[in-house]
């Protein structure tokens, strides 16, 4: 069964740090360009970063540059996003995306289930 797992959201005080995980069964994720992508609550989903399949690649939101580092480690078949100086605004479902090239475009062939991130006091 093909099928992206993402795990190691949870609770935070603001300031906190959480690294989520994105790994992969059924299928190599080495090939493929990685997105993380989040929705808040009565929002629209967005684009937090991504990752191009060689690593080479990589960018972020305006509004995470700084404090977030994506990254990947293929012989795991995992792409991990490393979240620090967490804001309550980063509260969101964490949802982990493959693109359907080696790099980051705007074609998403499977996401995973999310993981919720939760920042408050």
């Known amino acids: 069964q093909l099928q992206i797992v993402e795990s190691g959201g949870g609770l935070v005080q603001p300031g906190g740090s959480l690294r989520l995980s994105c790994a992969a069964s059924g299928f190599t994720l080495a090939y493929y360009g990685i997105g993380w992508f989040r929705q808040a609550p009565g929002k629209e989903r967005e684009r937090v970063s991504c990752?191009?399949?060689?690593?080479?690649?990589?960018n972020y939101a305006d509004f995470v540059k700084g404090r977030f580092t994506i990254s990947r480690d293929n012989a795991k078949n995992t792409v991990y996003l490393q979240m620090n100086s967490l804001e309550p605004r980063d509260t969101a479902v964490y949802y982990c995306?493959?693109?359907?090239?080696?790099?980051?475009?705007?074609?998403?062939?499977?996401w995973g289930q999310g993981t919720q991130v939760t920042v408050s006091s």
């Open positions: 990752i191009s399949s060689s690593g080479g690649t990589v």
């Open positions: 995306a493959v693109y359907t090239t080696a790099n980051c475009s705007n074609y998403v062939s499977r």
